[in-house]
C-alpha cells in the first residue's frame, strides 16, 4: 500500500493537471496524475488547441499559395492539396508534444496513472482495481464538448471539435453551429481548403464577449475571406443521410423555420465542466447547477483535502488559466502565497488575422460607469504590417481617465497573440497606458502599433 501513498494525487493530465503536478513536485511533494489516456496533456494537447493550430498554420500556408503571393512578386502554380500529409504533420506535432511531458514527469519523478480515477473518500482515489491515498486531491479534469439537443454527434456526419480534427475529406459544405473561438478557427480551417461554410450563431454577433468594435471588424474580415454568417438564429433538430445533413433553422426571436443542408456539421457550441463520474456526489463535494465545482479563493472545495482548478471551476475556460490555478494552488498547499490575477488573463482567436482580448472592453466599462480613454492604432499605418502585406485591423488600449491604469486592451491584426503579452505585463505590474507610451519599441515592428495605441490614450499618436 506503501507504493499507492502520495502527498498529491492530481485527477487530470490536461494543461492544468499536468502543469500541478510538476510543480508540486518541484515543491518536494510525492506526486502522482491520474488520467484517462495514455497521452498526457488533455484535451489541449491530444484534440484541442495544440492540434487545430497546427491545422490553422498549415491551411494558411496552403491558402496563402493560392492566393497571397502575386503580390510579393512570387508567380506560384494552383496549390495541390495533400490532406493526408497535412493531418500527418498536425498528429506528429502532438505526438512530440505528448512525449515532452511524458520525459517531464520522468525527470521529476511523477506517477503517472493512466485510467479514470474516482473519489471514495476523502484521501482515496480509485483507478480500476488500485486504490490511492493522498493528503492532498486536485482535480482537473477539465471539461467537453456542450451537446445541443436534437443534434446528435457522431463524429463523422456531425462532429465535435474533436472530429473536425480528422476529416477524411475536404467537406463541398459544412455547418459550424456557434461562433465562438473553436467555431471560427475551425471553421476557417475548413474554409481555406475549399469547404463552403456557414457559421450560425444564436446571439446577434459572433464572438460573444469580446469588444464590439473587435467583433464588427471581425465579422467584416471573415465575410471577406469567404465565411457565411447566419447569426441570431438557433438550430432546433438535425437529420442525417448518405446525402449529408439537413438542419433544421428558426430566428432565436421566434419565426419561421429554414432548412440548411451541409456535407458535415460542426457542433461549437460552447464547453461543459467534466465533473461526472468522478464520485463527487458520494463524497459531498458542492457544485452548482451546471455541473461546475465550488471553491473558495485557495482553490479548495468544502471536503476537506480535495481541491479543484482549470475549466472545471467555471470562469474563462482557457488553458493558461488552468496552468496559473495549478501552480497558485500548489503553491498554497506548501504554504506560499500562490495567486492568480484573473483581470490580466489574456484570450486570443487564431483566425487571420489573430484577435486578442485582456480585460475590460469598453462595453463592460460603460456598464459599470468608469471614466475611461481609448487609445486605437491602425495596423495599416504600421510601417511593418505594410512592409509585410499584413494591414487589416487595430490595437485598442483602455485606461483610467484619472489614474491612466491600463483596463483592458484588444487587438485585431497580425501576431495579435503575442503583441498583447506586452498589455498583459503592464496590466500585472498595474502599469498604466503612459509607461507602454514611454518605452522604446524597435522599428519597423507590428508592437509600434501597441506604443502608438498606448499615446492615443494620451491625446498625442504620432503616426496617424
Known amino acids: 500500500m506503501a507504493d499507492n501513498a502520495f502527498d498529491v494525487v492530481i ?19 510525492n506526486t502522482a496524475c491520474i488520467d484517462k489516456r495514455e497521452t498526457l496533456g488533455g484535451t489541449c494537447l491530444n484534440v484541442g488547441c495544440i492540434p487545430s493550430k497546427a491545422l490553422l498554420q498549415s491551411s ?51 506517477t503517472h496513472i493512466v485510467g479514470s480515477g474516482v473519489i471514495t473518500a476523502p484521501g482515496q482515489v480509485k483507478v480500476g482495481k488500485d486504490t490511492y491515498s493522498a ?21 463523422k456526419q456531425i462532429v465535435t471539435s474533436t472530429g473536425a480534427l480528422d476529416l477524411a475529406k475536404v467537406p463541398k459544405s459544412m455547418v459550424v453551429i456557434g461562433g465562438g473561438v473553436i467555431g471560427l478557427e475551425l ?32 465579422t467584416r474580415t471573415l465575410k471577406k475571406q469567404g465565411l457565411k454568417f447566419k ?75 480535495i481541491y479543484a482548478i482549470g475549466d472545471v471551476i467555471g470562469g474563462a475556460m482557457l488553458a493558461h488559466k488552468a496552468e496559473e490555478e495549478g501552480i497558485a494552488c500548489v503553491e498554497i498547499l ?40 481609448v487609445g486605437k492604432f491602425p495596423f495599416m499605418a504600421n510601417s511593418r504590417a505594410r512592409a509585410v502585406g499584413d494591414t487589416e485591423g487595430f490595437v485598442k488600449i483602455l485606461a483610467d481617465a484619472k489614474t491612466d491604469r491600463v483596463l483592458g486592451a484588444h ?25 507602454i507610451a514611454r518605452t522604446s519599441h524597435a522599428h519597423p515592428g507590428t508592437s509600434e502599433a501597441v506604443k502608438e495605441a498606448a499615446l492615443a490614450c494620451l491625446g498625442r499618436a504620432i503616426h496617424i
Open 135 to 155: 493528503k492532498h486531491i486536485i482535480i482537473a479534469t477539465g471539461s467537453e464538448p456542450a451537446p445541443l439537443p436534437g443534434v446528435e454527434v457522431d463524429e
Open 411 to 435: 487587438i485585431i491584426g497580425p501576431g495579435a497573440g503575442e503583441l498583447i503579452q506586452e498589455v498583459v505585463v503592464a496590466m500585472e505590474f498595474g502599469g498604466s497606458s503612459e509607461d
Open 187 to 218: 471553421g476557417s480551417v475548413w474554409r481555406r481548403l475549399g469547404a463552403e461554410v456557414t457559421v450560425v450563431e444564436f446571439l446577434p454577433a459572433i464572438l460573444p464577449g469580446m469588444d464590439g468594435e473587435v467583433v464588427k471588424q471581425a
Open 60 to 110: 494558411h500556408l496552403f491558402e496563402e499559395a493560392g492566393h497571397g503571393m502575386a503580390a510579393h512578386g512570387v508567380q506560384v502554380a494552383t496549390p495541390k492539396l495533400d490532406l493526408a500529409a497535412m493531418l500527418s504533420r498536425k498528429d506528429s506535432v502532438v505526438g512530440d508534444l505528448t512525449k515532452g511531458i511524458a520525459f517531464l514527469f520522468k525527470k521529476n519523478k511523477i
Open 334 to 373: 506548501a504554504g506560499q502565497a500562490g495567486h492568480v490575477n484573473y483581470g490580466a488573463i489574456p484570450g486570443v482567436v487564431y483566425t487571420h488575422p489573430e484577435i486578442a482580448a485582456l480585460g475590460k472592453t469598453e462595453e463592460a466599462l460603460k456598464a459599470e460607469g468608469v471614466d475611461y480613454s
Open 231 to 305: 447569426t441570431g438564429t438557433k438550430v432546433t433538430g438535425a437529420k442525417t443521410a448518405k446525402s449529408g445533413v439537413t438542419l433544421n433553422l428558426e430566428p432565436a426571436a421566434g419565426g419561421e423555420t429554414e432548412m440548411l443542408k451541409a456535407d458535415v456539421v460542426l457542433v461549437a457550441i460552447g464547453r461543459r465542466p467534466f465533473s461526472d463520474k468522478l464520485g463527487l456526489d458520494a463524497v459531498g463535494v458542492d457544485m452548482d447547477e451546471r455541473g461546475f465545482i465550488k471553491t473558495d479563493g485557495h482553490f479548495k472545495t468544502n471536503v476537506e483535502g
Open 11 to 29: 485527477i487530470g493530465g490536461g494543461p492544468g493537471g499536468y502543469v500541478a503536478a510538476i510543480r508540486a513536485a518541484q515543491l518536494g511533494f
